[in-house]
């Protein structure tokens, strides 16, 4: 049979959504976007050069140094001796036993962020977790690096789950397009990073609701420093990076020097006002938060100030925050301020009022579906009790046995001896690399499993080659997506890859645990054990799901779970029966002043929201970084997947650098010059893009450029994390603060 007749067509599932794949043979060769996808987004273009490029791992691989002598110097510039399946197994399986048995499953991290497949099973953080427990346990990690910081204060202020809350209690976009009049969009909201979600979103709308919005003659009111950061259309204030707080501080000013605050709604609803008013009018520290106070900080005119609070006051408004806010030292005071400025409004718990989180910031947050859980591989309860902030794990490799502060708890870093890692890659998304470099090297093994050669991969000691989704067959479902997939094998596996599941039940065997960890089922076996349990839930709930066969037979279906008549509003039951439905917080109530952060102690998270000056930021500019770096999420790809493929198109690399034609000038730097970005912590090549849609004094240079070669003085690629600081945000959230970083910008004279 030749390839022409092999030719196939199916459809597949994706974080970046459904998109239709050609094979013939063995080989993907093309394709196209899927026909009910209103946005369809170009990033499964790249997938045949990405699923076919020489950077595959082709077979199991153990660094040289670490098998002459173990231990981790080399890692980043060693190379690599391939060999067989079962010998690199079984060495692999007798470096946990001893780790294990030497110094216990505390020193053992089970790394994960969990974005390599959209599909239930083939899911390689749950596979990961799942095999470490089931061998003992491991130290994990709390949060993730878009939303840590929130995670850790949110549940203070509104007693819920912050990512519950984002994506099954807030305001739809049909409730905002039905009953909004003022859409106020701190950070933005941005169809761009709204092209992707953890468990894959089919139909891309957030651009197509806001035409809506304009056709309805909603005042749409992008605050921050990038114009493109919402649709065209909404108008712009450009606010200073990091300055949101002192806004939100001055907006709220307004309201209560002229009367516009709802004091009814604060006397019920919420608790501590009068802690925070004092501040607010400036009795405790002597400096009313005023907009002529708050205008040489953002960089906006104090009268603009002033009409957007009336305007906020007198219409129904919805206030929305970007998750970027969150990702920056004090990370946590425009989340709480944020909710602060929405209670004294008086507009929580209105359909279309209030306060809204991470609209736009990934695909399915503002969709009105019936919850309809998804199929979940059970990882087991972890017998192990330590676990760390997902950002602070540099922290934890370099300072073993050191205490730190996080959400009110003080205690010691485990000392970390082996790490894991599977579906994910630090290398790209923690920040200031070359310090994640050298503590890189500190434990004695490292292992990961990884389809491609990213710079985690060449950073470890053993490299277990694992499939792309496009080479097994799992089932793709979110419950923020009304879709259900058959996720085919399309291609065989590339070079000698094997599924992670595979792996781990390699390695369970190994180590006595494969009963455990397999429970007697392969891979065929547990799809359609989960998939079965998945179909009794949807029935019990009155959705009919196909069975396995027929939807292995149609490939995907839409299923009826749309909401129908009036939609969730956020809190408002609080809203309608404060008794009756209180919050989980200590008072019940919205925490304006929390008695248990002001128990903490933390003089860099106090009881109420304040403004802190970050350490790096305009305020703060030297001659040395005179420019606020910004690192968004990158519109061409998911984080730094499919990054080896991308980097062979001409022009790509190093990538793009927004600056304003100012900032430009007066560096003599022209459109598409290859400039150098810099400051105390690293360098990085870009290419300059001169914008009038970015804030002057501000640049933008977008993630996911694979870091560089260890011992490269300049990161050839264009990675901003060379350059951003590896600091929490608080000692209460102990977050990412990615967007905290002044730097330079010169001319490249290599």
Not at 133 to 150: K, L
Not at 412 to 420: A, E, M, S, T, W
Not at 648 to 668: E, K, N, T
């Amino acid at each position: 049979m030749d390839d022409i007749s092999r030719r196939r067509i199916a459809v597949t599932s994706s974080h970046w959504g459904a998109f239709e794949v050609e094979t013939e043979g063995d080989r993907i060769t093309a394709t196209r976007p899927f026909a009910a996808d209103p946005n369809p987004p170009s990033i499964p273009a790249i997938i045949p050069a990405a699923v076919h490029h020489h950077t595959r791992v082709a077979r199991p691989a153990i660094r040289r140094g670490w098998l002459d002598h173990r231990g981790g110097g080399g890692r980043g510039s060693d190379d690599f001796v391939e060999l067989p399946w079962d010998e690199a197994l079984d060495i692999a399986a007798a470096e946990i036993a001893r780790i294990r048995d030497t110094h216990g499953n505390t020193s053992i991290f089970g790394g994960s962020y969990g974005w390599s497949s959209a599909g239930r099973f083939h899911h390689a953080q749950s596979q990961v977790h799942r095999f470490l427990n089931s061998i003992g346990g491991y130290v994990a990690s709390f949060g993730s690096y878009s939303t840590g910081c929130a995670q850790a204060i949110m549940p203070h202020v509104f007693g819920m789950n912050f990512l519950e809350q984002i994506y099954h209690a807030q305001d739809s976009w049909q409730t905002i397009a039905d009953h909004t009049e003022t859409l106020v969009m701190f950070g933005g909201i941005n169809p761009k990073n709204a092209q992707v979600s953890m468990g894959g979103i089919t139909e891309h709308g957030t651009a197509s609701w806001f035409d809506r919005f304009a056709e309805k003659g909603m005042r749409r009111i992008n605050i921050g420093p990038q114009r493109t950061d919402a649709p065209g259309g909404c108008e712009w204030m450009p606010l200073r990076p990091a300055t949101d707080t002192a806004l939100m501080l001055a907006l709220a000013h307004v309201l209560e020097t002229e009367g516009l605050t709802d004091h009814a709604f604060l006397d019920r609803y919420t608790t501590g006002f009068t802690r925070f008013r004092p501040y607010l009018m400036g009795e405790t520290d002597g400096q009313p938060k005023s907009p002529d106070w708050a205008a040489p900080i953002c960089g906006l005119d104090p009268e603009t100030i002033r009409a957007l609070a009336r305007r906020m006051a007198g219409t129904r408004t919805l206030i929305t925050v970007a998750w970027s806010l969150q990702r920056a030292e004090h990370g946590e005071q425009p989340y709480w301020m944020s909710a602060v400025l929405a209670a004294m409004l008086g507009q929580i718990g209105l359909p279309g009022g209030g306060v809204g989180y991470g609209y736009g910031a990934i695909g399915g947050v503002g969709k009105g579906l019936r919850r309809l859980r998804g199929m979940t591989l059970d990882q087991f309860a972890n017998p192990v009790r330590e676990v760390i902030p997902v950002a602070r794990i540099a922290d934890m490799l370099l300072n073993p046995g050191q205490d730190y502060d996080f959400n009110g708890k003080r205690g010691p870093y485990p000392d970390i001896r082996l790490i894991y890692w599977a579906g994910g890659n630090p290398f790209h998304h923690h920040q200031d690399l070359n310090r994640l470099h050298e503590a890189w090297q500190r434990p004695e093994t490292i292992i990961v499993n990884e389809p491609w050669w990213t710079p985690t991969a060449k950073r470890a000691d053993i490299v277990f080659p694992a499939t792309t989704p496009y080479e097994r067959e799992d089932i793709g479902r979110s419950d923020l997506d009304e879709y259900l997939y058959n996720m085919p094998q399309l291609i065989p596996p590339v070079g000698e890859a094997r599924d992670d599941y595979d792996i781990f039940a390699g390695l369970a065997a190994r180590i006595g645990a494969e009963e455990r960890f397999t429970e007697g089922r392969d891979s065929a076996t547990w799809l359609r054990e989960l998939y079965a349990g998945y179909r009794e839930r949807a029935a019990a709930q009155g959705v009919e799901v196909p069975d396995f066969e027929e939807l292995r037979a149609r490939n995907w279906v839409r299923l009826p779970v749309e909401q129908e008549g009036p939609q969730a509003t956020f809190l408002s039951r609080l809203r309608d029966d404060p008794e009756g439905a209180p919050l989980a917080t200590p008072s019940g109530r919205i925490e304006i002043f929390s008695e248990t952060i002001e128990g903490f102690g933390y003089d860099d998270c106090p009881g109420h929201p304040v403004w802190l000056p970050p350490s790096e930021w305009l305020g703060a500019a030297s001659n040395a970084a005179p420019l606020h770096l910004v690192s968004p999420q990158p519109g061409d790809k998911l984080h730094s997947q499919l990054e080896s493929a991308l980097a062979d198109v001409p022009g790509a690399r190093p990538v793009a650098l927004a600056i304003h034609p100012s900032d430009a000038a007066a560096r003599a730097i022209a459109e598409g010059a290859i400039v150098r970005v810099h400051n105390a912590r690293g360098a990085c090549l870009a290419r300059a893009a001169l914008t009038d849609d970015i804030t002057p004094g501000v640049v933008a240079l977008p993630t996911g450029a694979w870091y560089g070669d260890a011992g490269e003085n300049v990161d050839p690629h264009g990675n901003p994390n060379v350059l951003t600081p590896d600091i929490g945000t608080s000692k209460l959230g102990q977050g990412s603060s990615a967007h905290t970083a002044l730097v330079q910008v010169s001319l490249n004279e290599g």
